[in-house]
T-cell receptor, first 112, second 112 residues
Framework: GESVGLHLPTLSVQEGDNSIINCAYSNSASDYFIWYKQESGKGPQFIIDIRSNMDKRQGQRVTVLLNKTVKHLSLQIAATQPGDSAVYFCAENIKGAQKLVFGQGTRLTINP | DADVTQTPRNRITKTGKRIMLECSQTKGHDRMYWYRQDPGLGLQLIYYSFDVKDINKGEISDGYSVSRQAQAKFSLSLESAIPNQTALYFC???????????FGPGTRLTVL
């Protein structure tokens, strides 16, 4: 079926370390993936996206990796800062479905 | 993102009351969406609209209705609110050429 799931609901990292947030998806017809960041009391904000014909895409301090063989998506945040504390969602666009399917979310907390 | 606004931001109401949540956008996007978010969970699609004359049910449309008054406005109504509709409600918009969605700040609804 159509689903986007996350391996871990919470992740704690030390400030300055790198964070890796994982996401599994099940639909081979997904052609576009998005990572959103949701801070407390706010709506989800776009971080980075990747199309299914790519394996890697980099932004400012963030990298998204896509492994279509195992249907796995990850978000890497370099040098994690206190402002990175939030819930991170992955979402997939299933080709032809005209809507996004969201995962459950991973809460990232930063230890000083 | 100030381009997508929602009113009210918080609302407390009683069981059986009719409630309307409003969403406005200045992004010029054709597509608008209403989502519900329960604690610890991802976003569930309630309704979506691809233009003023197009309304589609999402995953959890029962108990809800929508109105697309104009390209920039999309309202969500709870005809007779019940306690399990207590949740965060988000409006989102997208350009028809991309799946990327931009979210409003959310409305926290409590039904007593």
């Amino acid at each position: 079926g159509e689903s986007v799931g996350l391996h871990l609901p919470t992740l704690s990292v030390q400030e300055g370390d790198n964070s890796i947030i994982n996401c599994a998806y099940s639909n081979s017809a997904s052609d576009y993936f998005i990572w959103y960041k949701q801070e407390s009391g706010k709506g989800p904000q776009f971080i980075i996206d990747i199309r299914s014909n790519m394996d890697k895409r980099q932004g400012q301090r963030v990298t998204v990796l896509l492994n279509k063989t195992v249907k796995h998506l990850s978000l890497q945040i370099a040098a994690t800062q206190p402002g990175d504390s939030a819930v991170y969602f992955c979402a997939e666009n299933i080709k032809g479905a005209q809507k996004l399917v969201f995962g459950q979310g991973t809460r990232l907390t930063i230890n000083p | 993102d100030a381009d997508v606004t929602q009113t009210p931001r918080n609302r407390i109401t009683k069981t059986g009351k009719r409630i309307m949540l409003e969403c406005s956008q200045t992004k010029g996007h054709d597509r608008m969406y209403w989502y519900r978010q329960d604690p610890g969970l991802g976003l569930q699609l309630i309704y979506y609209s691809f233009d003023v004359k197009d309304i589609n049910k999402g995953e959890i449309s029962d108990g809800y209705s929508v109105s697309r008054q104009a390209q920039a406005k999309f309202s969500l109504s709870l005809e007779s609110a019940i306690p399990n509709q207590t949740a965060l409600y988000f409006c989102a918009t997208s350009d028809g050429s991309l799946a990327l969605q931009f979210f409003g700040p959310g409305t926290r609804l409590t039904v007593l």
